[in-house]
């Protein structure tokens, strides 16, 4: 159990529509990372958020948005939604450290 | 470029027999290393890492990995396999300063335990 908690665990969508994943962090990690994982793959990472602002961003498109809010908790939001998109969407919380911790994940299906 | 290789996409072994897993890794600098392991549609669990020092590092569930600087290499090892181990596993690598923790991730090495 690592603390980070991610909603939904399951999520259906149709191309074009928009969706709002949420990652809780664990508590005292001030650094949240979302990746995305493509059935077979490993994670790919989609950007970081470190004390509130983005601070490192993958090879994703803009239609890829996050915010972190002042509790560390963080949300991903993706537009215009493909076929493409349906993955597993992994939140990891970390300190300075460097330690990630990550939730079970958000199972994205995109019809 | 930084990357992370994994070359045994699948490997099937006996209960109890021994395991080693393979990972290489192109980096700017001597890098922090990770192994996670991710049990089907389930989030990633750490295995162990390597941040400086002795370069064998215990894990927890039995596991440890090796650095070797000239190889690029930390490949995980676990003397005796349990059937509870059959997952996914994936090497990371990420940098050793800054706030920035992006992790480069291999694609991952499926293990299958015979009984």
């Known amino acids: 159990e690592t603390g980070v908690t991610q909603s939904p665990t399951h999520l259906i969508k149709t191309r074009g529509q928009q969706v709002t994943l949420r990652c809780s962090s664990q508590s005292g990690h001030n650094t949240v990372s979302w990746y995305q994982q493509a059935l077979g793959q490993g994670p790919q990472f989609i950007f970081q958020?470190?004390?509130?602002?983005?601070?490192g961003r993958g090879n994703f498109p803009p239609r890829f948005s996050g915010l972190q809010f002042p509790n560390y908790s963080s949300e991903l939001n993706v537009n215009a939604l493909e076929l493409d998109d349906s993955a597993l969407y992994l939140c990891?919380?970390?300190?300075?450290?460097?330690?990630?911790?990550f939730g079970a994940g958000t199972r994205l299906s995109v019809l | 470029a930084q990357s992370v290789t994994q070359p045994d996409i699948h490997i099937t072994v006996s209960e109890g027999a021994s395991l080693e897993l393979r990972c290489n890794y192109s980096y700017g600098a001597t890098p922090y290393l990770f192994w996670y392991v991710q049990s089907p549609g389930q989030g990633l669990q750490l295995l162990l890492k390597y941040f400086s020092g002795d370069t064998l590092v215990q894990g927890i569930k039995g596991f440890e990995a090796e650095f070797k600087r000239s190889q690029s290499s930390f490949n995980l090892r676990k003397p005796s396999v349990h059937w509870s181990d059959a997952a996914e596993y994936f090497c990371?690598?990420?940098?050793?300063?800054?706030?920035?923790?992006?992790?480069?991730w291999g694609l991952g090495t499926s293990l299958a335990v015979n009984p």
């Open positions: 990891a919380s970390s300190s300075e450290v460097g330690i990630q911790y």
């Open positions: 958020y470190y004390r509130e602002e983005e601070n």
């Open positions: 990371a690598v990420g940098p050793n300063a800054g706030n920035n923790r992006k992790l480069i």
